[in-house]
Structures are given as structure tokens and as C-alpha cells.
């Protein structure tokens, strides 16, 4: 044995590495490294412990290091050197307005609420970033509820912030239980879906305890029971160390709505900015908006009043019950109708007797299916009405006592017939749409040939509503 002193880190029998800072990322704060030895130098140093003796500055680096590494497990995994600075790009242009609430996402569970178009990905691809550098263990998680959008991040996170490809992974339903318990295990970013998430929380294919940032893509979904809740309420149970960002262009219709979203996302802090905010007007783009008020036509206007005229028999006993306070049947809505049965459960009226409540139940869900088919007829035209009264007639839809209802009304006999001649035997797309279609595509093709550009983009409000462009 040697009668040499055994220095400090041959009795620790560790080696440290220190990583370097991710690529293609700029910083306005460089921090300096530490005097007497370089990144590349270190091993080698660590190899040749034994063979000769080291100075004393590379025994009190060494020294350094590892009280930092002891540190950052007492701190949950968290890197003081790393954490000492964030990092920002400046590689593009700097937007105030990004760069205020990255800062702000970096310290605070926060709601980011911009319009579509002016950055949520970049912001949630520079909070990632730093997360990622100060827990050199722990993982990042981006969720959404869509391939695209998942698709999306991963791309901001390689391109803006240099995040290494071989540290990130998408996951999806379709990747098999262990794929994805060997992705826990050896990627450190993962791009995938709630469901995906919540199912391996609960299977323990997850770390839960190592995930350090969770952003929360579309997060105005965070209602009830919805999947985002399901996995914040969960890791809740194993830890409370991690950073939550919840992104939205919409954060909710109503103010319930959304303070459903701060409570179920534990949010702390909200950044919103409207188009008309100071910081976002110079990044905005013009938009002008024109109103196009389309007639219903003689036709469909002929079957509205057929219908109207169904609707005001099915809802009479109710008006004359007191149940529906409203008695303006055209401007009824099914959601109005729905509130008043809820009224109707919570505060049922003594003068009603108890076997007349399941009555008035039936009543009541015939009016709220019927003024969808009114929705319908309003909003896609009578092809999309008849194929929903069909599902109720020929019983597809399950509803057994709204269709003998029906079937003993005369009037409404009388429209599903003539709505029968006329889709019975064609399963066109385009026949019997709403005026209002025909309509735009008019003045959309009008725009097109006029505009220089060679791109259109069509946004329709509701599912079944499609055209065809040749």
C-alpha cells in the first residue's frame, strides 16, 4: 500500500460530469465555468486519480461538485449550478410580451391565454428548456389532446431550443404498455396525450415523482373529470415539486368555466393578452370582418314553419304548466329547455303529483331532441334534420317513447314524409344544405380569384358541415 495520503475524491470513488448547455440556444447571461479544469478535462482527471497526484485546486473542484450533487438530491433533483440562470433565445426577434411571461411560467403555475398564432408553443418550448437543464434527472411532459398539436411542440422544442432528439419521445394509445415503460425510463421530454398519461400513472409505468414541468396544452378542457384532471389530481399524491403551464386561446365561455380551470390545474398566476393588448398589437394581424345575411329561402322557410308548428305542440303542456317560463317557441333554445328541467328536478312544484314527475320527464327530453332538430334545421339544413328524425324513428337512437310520440302526431307525420321523398334515395352531401352554404361559396370563390394569394383556409363551426370545391 502506498504510504500516499488518499485524496479527497479517491475516498468519494466517484466520478463527476458536468453536461454541456443544449445547442442551437442563445443566452443573454453566459455563466462562467469554474477556474483550473475544463468540461473535457474532468474524466480524464477522475481516471488519473490514482496514478498522481492532483493540485488542490482540482481537489477542491472536485470537492464542489460533489456537495452540489448531494445538494440538488436533497433538492429534489434540482441543479443549483444550472439553476443559478435561465436561458431565453435571442437567435429571433424578442417579444416583450413572450419574454414577461416565460419568466413568469418559470416561477408560477400559470395560465397562458394568447390568441392563436402569437406564440403559446414558443413559450411553452422555453420553459421546457429550463426545466430540463435544471433537473438533469427529471422529466418534461408536454400533453394535448391531438397528434398535431403534440407534433407541433416537438418541433418547437428541437428547432427554438435545441432540446436533443435522443432525449424526446412521443407516445400515443397505439404504443404498446412496456414501449412506453422503456420511454419512462430512458427519454427525459415526452410529447403524448392525457389518456396516455393518466393510464401509465395509474399502471406505475410512470415516474411520477421525477416529473419536474407539466405543460397542458388546449387547457380549457380541464373541466370535470377530463383527463388533465385525472393526472394533476394524481400526481398530487406522490408529489407537489412541479411546475405546471396551461395553454389556451379560449380559457372557458363563462367565468365558472373558467375558474374550474385555474382550480383543477392548481394555477397561480393568469397571463392573458387579448388582440387589442398594447404588447400584442404590433404582432397582430389585420383582420377585417363582414357580416353576410343569408335568407332561409322559400323552401326550408316552408318546413321551419311545419316545424315550428310541431315544436308548439309538444311544448304546450309545459308553457301551460309553468314549466317553461319562455312561450316564444321559434326563439326557444335546447339549452334553455335543458335549464328548466334541471329547475324542474331541484324544485319539483307540490301541486304536481309524484306520478306525473316521470311525465314531465318524457316531455321534457322529446322538447330538448326536438329543438335540436330545430338546431339543425337552422344551422346545416333539412338533409342533416331528416337523417336525425330517422335515427329516432327506426329506432337506432334508442328512443322508444319519443318515437311513439311522434308517430301519433299528424303533423309531424306529415313533414317526415315529405322529408322522406326527399332524401330516401340520395345520400348526397350537398343536397338540401342550407342556403347559407351555397351562399359562401360564392363569395369565397369570388375572394379566391381576386386575392393574389394562392391559399384558403375554410373553418366551419359545427362537424356535420362540409362543401365540396372542384
Same mark, same amino acid.
Given at each position: !500500500? ?8 479517491? #475516498? ?33 482527471? %477522475? ?19 460533489? +456537495? ?15 439553476? +443559478? ?34 406564440? $403559446? #408553443? ?22 394535448? @389532446? #391531438? $397528434? ?15 432540446? @436533443?432528439?435522443?432525449? !424526446? ?23 403524448? #396525450? ?10 406505475? %409505468? ?5 416529473? $419536474? ?32 403551464? %396551461? ?9 365558472? +368555466? ?89 324544485? @319539483?312544484?307540490?301541486?304536481? +303529483? ?17 329543438? &335540436? ?25 334508442? !328512443? ?24 330516401? &334515395? ?28 394562392? $391559399?384558403?383556409? /375554410? ?9 365540396? /370545391?372542384?
Amino acid at each position: !500500500m502506498s504510504g500516499r495520503q488518499r485524496t479527497l475524491f479517491q #475516498t468519494w470513488g466517484s466520478r463527476v460530469s458536468r453536461s454541456a448547455g443544449a445547442p442551437g440556444c442563445s443566452s443573454g447571461t453566459e455563466r462562467p465555468q469554474r477556474p483550473g479544469i475544463s468540461k473535457e478535462r474532468l474524466p480524464a482527471a %477522475a481516471e488519473a486519480a490514482e496514478a498522481q497526484p492532483e493540485s488542490d485546486d482540482d481537489v477542491l473542484l472536485v470537492a464542489v461538485c460533489e +456537495a452540489e450533487r448531494q445538494l440538488s438530491l436533497e433538492n429534489g433533483g434540482f441543479c443549483t449550478s444550472a439553476g +443559478a440562470l435561465w436561458i431565453y433565445p435571442t437567435n429571433c426577434p424578442v417579444r416583450d410580451y413572450q419574454l414577461h411571461i416565460a419568466r413568469t411560467a418559470l416561477f408560477c403555475n400559470t395560465l397562458v391565454c394568447l390568441p392563436t398564432g402569437l406564440g $403559446k #408553443t414558443f413559450i411553452a418550448a422555453v420553459v421546457m428548456y429550463n426545466f430540463y437543464r435544471w433537473y438533469p434527472s427529471g422529466k418534461v411532459v408536454f400533453m394535448a @389532446p #391531438t $397528434k398535431p398539436l403534440v407534433a407541433q411542440q416537438i418541433e418547437a422544442c428541437y428547432r427554438v431550443m435545441g432540446i @436533443p432528439q435522443s432525449a !424526446m419521445a412521443e407516445m400515443t394509445g397505439s404504443t404498446q404498455a412496456f414501449t412506453r415503460k422503456e420511454i419512462w425510463s430512458s427519454k427525459r421530454v415526452l410529447f403524448l #396525450t392525457p389518456q396516455v398519461m393518466i393510464n401509465d400513472l395509474s399502471r406505475g %409505468a410512470c415516474p411520477n415523482t421525477e416529473i $419536474k414541468c407539466l405543460v397542458i396544452d388546449e387547457a380549457h378542457k380541464a373541466l370535470g373529470n377530463y383527463a388533465y384532471c385525472q393526472v394533476v389530481r394524481e400526481l398530487v399524491k406522490y408529489t407537489n415539486h412541479f411546475r405546471i403551464l %396551461a395553454l389556451s386561446a379560449t380559457p372557458g365561455s363563462d367565468i365558472k +368555466a373558467v375558474q374550474q380551470v385555474i382550480t383543477n390545474l392548481l394555477i397561480g398566476q393568469i397571463e392573458l393578452r387579448s388582440e387589442d393588448s398594447p404588447d400584442i398589437l404590433p404582432y397582430s394581424h389585420e383582420r377585417r370582418v363582414e357580416k353576410l345575411v343569408v335568407p332561409l329561402g322559400e323552401e326550408l322557410a316552408a318546413i321551419q314553419k311545419a316545424y315550428i308548428q310541431i315544436l308548439e305542440a309538444f311544448a304546450r303542456s309545459l308553457i301551460q304548466r309553468n314549466l317553461l317560463m319562455r312561450k316564444d317557441i321559434p326563439n326557444l333554445t335546447k339549452y334553455q329547455i335543458i335549464l328548466a328541467r334541471d329547475q324542474f328536478r331541484k324544485n @319539483p312544484s307540490p301541486n304536481i +303529483a309524484e306520478v306525473q314527475q316521470g311525465k314531465i320527464e318524457g316531455e321534457f327530453a322529446l322538447c330538448i331532441s326536438l329543438y &335540436h332538430g330545430y338546431e339543425l334545421l337552422q344551422q346545416m339544413g333539412t338533409r342533416s334534420l331528416y337523417f336525425f328524425l330517422c335515427g329516432i324513428m327506426d329506432g337506432t337512437k334508442g !328512443m322508444t317513447r319519443a318515437k311513439n310520440e311522434l308517430s301519433r302526431n299528424v303533423d309531424f307525420m306529415k313533414l317526415y314524409n315529405h322529408l322522406e321523398c326527399l332524401f330516401a &334515395h340520395t345520400r348526397s352531401t350537398s343536397a338540401g344544405g342550407i342556403s347559407t352554404v351555397q351562399k359562401d361559396i360564392v363569395f369565397l370563390l369570388n375572394f379566391y380569384i381576386a386575392s393574389s394569394s394562392s $391559399k384558403l383556409i /375554410l373553418k366551419f363551426c359545427f362537424i356535420d358541415a362540409h362543401i365540396n /370545391l372542384y
